[in-house]
């Protein structure tokens, strides 16, 4: 067995020698020069090496490099596409025998990227890209032979993603740590990331951890007990966290995120989302929530990003990405506070096609009703159009008003139907190009702000030097029903045919409210009926019948009533003469019966 002592030894020397001359003898740095060169020569880019490129022993033999640039196409700002302070890759020998890449450790360090792209569509990346053909091939190859990859310990630290695109503002995202630890392929391996994305005046400091998996021909990854949170910087959201399983298949160009548990801020919900990307891109999302009151979002930041507002709303809003993509969104909420309204069960279905937006069925309970709508945004042209189709009944329509508009005016159970279409997403262009048609019934309510009955007996009572009756009660007008329909055009609401019916009087007439200035001009007619008590009135009233003008002016805010008083005297005076009238008319009968 010497022989076989001897034979050992002679290998062991030899690898000895092998290793001192890899490790002592043989300078990598030899090959900088031929590197660089080959570099150029393949996409035109200058490489440099600034540093040593050395060996590295634990845990296996590999190779190390420091300070490499790698230069953007010429004319491009900044200079250098890719900055790596420090890189580290090591593999495990044996098995490259067996076409089995094993990477012990990668590891990267310091690593800036600019990714530009410039208004004529050219970009960073042009010109390292391999042909489509010949990369199918390569990639079908691979598939059929290529090598099972194995990372056992990859980690990359303070990593600066730079996404520069003229005319646009810059954005950064910077990966601070990423550890993938024990990764093989068809096996879960624990992921921990921690990233920030900047842009302008936004920062979102992003946390993750997750199980991960790729399949042997890496086309597909999965991620399982997926832990997201984003902080917030600039903007009214706060946080964001999710748990969630995500699927990503390559070769389909498909993505499946299950998100097990979403809360935003106070929000929260469940959902799913599903991409198709071959072509057009096709999403799904189907997302369920709690309880979401925007009041938080509306009011915070909101002096901040007046003037910002201010300028925007002097342009159309840009929905020319609508046209990229469709979509099928199906949202349901249990109680939803928006504009100071609130809303239960909201039940929303809307599709996009390529900028054709659809709202097929939206429903909600709202104030003690229901409402219903339809609508269409038609985003394929610019300035955008719409139309829309809205049904509400059983609506309690003074809180309605007070919560959404601020006005205390009416109260009752309404029925409102409108139908309309326009064109502009501008504020002030919205008024002035909606057009609409609709009508309204309110039921058992009041106007508020007057009482109309009294405002007739006091003026009666002005004319005929009487004191004038108090009421401490609240001015308010009740009434049993009022109706009307109305249209609007150029921002003006016209409403022709006002009718209210009251226990205490009558009235009827037709007038304007201007949107764009928020005044009211009405002109009506009303006439007490015969009894007004339980208003201030007594048993029979001698003005009932009597037809007086009542003119409505001022804002939707603080409406102001008049009465026509002269035409209360003419019909007071033409009451007299009718009475004289009919007196003598009586006297004539008597004399004559007497004949």
Do not use: C
Request: charged share 20%; net charge negative.
């Amino acid at each position: 067995m010497n022989w076989f002592k001897w034979l050992l030894a002679v290998v062991a020397g030899f690898i000895a020698v092998a290793a001192f001359y890899l490790l002592v003898v043989f300078d990598l740095n030899d090959f900088k020069a031929e590197i660089t060169r080959k570099v150029e020569q393949q996409t035109g880019r200058q490489l440099q090496i600034a540093g040593d490129i050395g060996w590295t022993i634990y845990p296996s033999l590999g190779l190390s490099l420091s300070d490499v640039k790698l230069s953007n196409p010429k004319g491009f700002a900044p200079e250098q596409m890719l900055e790596v302070s420090e890189l580290k890759a090591a593999v495990a020998l044996m098995p490259l025998f067996n076409q089995d890449l094993q990477i012990q450790q990668l590891h990267l360090d310091g690593v800036i990227a600019n990714l530009v792209t410039r208004k004529d569509g050219s970009s960073s990346m042009d010109g390292l890209t391999a042909n489509k053909t010949t990369t199918t091939t390569e990639t079908e190859t691979a598939a059929a032979t290529g090598p099972e990859l194995q990372l056992q310990d990859l980690s990359v630290s303070n990593l600066q993603l730079n996404l520069l695109s003229e005319g646009s503002p810059d954005q950064r995202l910077t990966l601070k740590s990423l550890k993938l630890n024990d990764f093989k392929a068809n096996e879960w391996a624990p992921l921990d990331f921690e990233l920030v994305v900047l842009s302008s005046q936004t920062q979102l400091d992003v946390k993750g951890s997750a199980q991960l998996q790729l399949s042997e021909n890496n086309q597909l990854v999965q991620l399982k007990d997926f832990v997201l949170k984003t902080d917030f910087t600039g903007v009214p959201v706060k946080q964001l966290s999710l748990e969630t399983e995500l699927t990503l298949a390559l070769d389909k160009k498909q993505l499946e995120w299950q998100w097990k548990k979403l809360q935003l801020d106070e929000i929260i919900g469940s959902g799913q989302l599903a991409v198709n990307y071959a072509k057009q891109a096709v999403i799904k999302l189907d997302l369920q929530l709690d309880e979401v009151d925007t009041a938080s979002y509306s009011s915070e930041n909101s002096t901040e990003q007046a003037g910002t507002t201010a300028q925007q709303s002097q342009a159309e809003p840009d929905l020319s990405a609508l046209r990229q993509f469709n979509l099928d969104l199906k949202l349901a909420v249990n109680t939803l506070k928006v504009a100071g309204l609130h809303t239960e069960n909201l039940q929303l279905a809307l599709t996009n096609k390529a900028g054709l937006v659809q709202i097929q069925n939206a429903s909600a309970d709202l104030y003690q009703g229901k409402v219903l709508a339809k609508a269409t945004l038609d985003a394929r042209k610019t300035p955008v159009s719409y139309s829309f189709n809205k049904q509400l009944s059983g609506l309690a329509l003074r809180p309605l008003l007070t919560d959404g508009a601020d006005i205390d005016l009416l109260s009752g159970t309404a029925k409102l139907s409108i139908e309309g279409k326009g064109h502009s997403l501008l504020p002030e262009q919205i008024k002035k190009n909606l057009l609409a048609t609709g009508s309204f019934e309110v039921t058992d309510g009041s106007l508020y702000g007057v009482n109309i009955a009294q405002m007739i007996r006091n003026a009666k009572a002005t004319l005929k030097n009487e004191a004038q009756t108090g009421d401490n009660s609240e001015q308010k007008t009740d009434f049993s029903s009022l109706t009307g329909s109305f249209n609007l055009t150029d921002g003006l609401l016209t409403n022709p045919d006002l009718k209210m019916a009251a226990p205490l009087l009558r009235l009827a007439g037709k007038g304007s409210a201007n949107l764009l200035s928020e005044e009211l001009d009405y002109q009506l007619s009303t006439a007490l009926v015969n009894t007004s008590k339980g208003q201030g009135g007594k048993e029979k009233d001698d003005l009932a019948g009597v037809e007086i003008p009542l003119k409505i002016s001022g804002t939707m805010q603080k409406p102001k009533y008049s009465l026509d008083t002269k035409a209360l005297l003419e019909g007071q005076l033409k009451e007299k003469v009718e009475s004289g009238k009919e007196k003598l008319k009586n006297k004539l009968l008597e004399k004559l019966g007497g004949l």
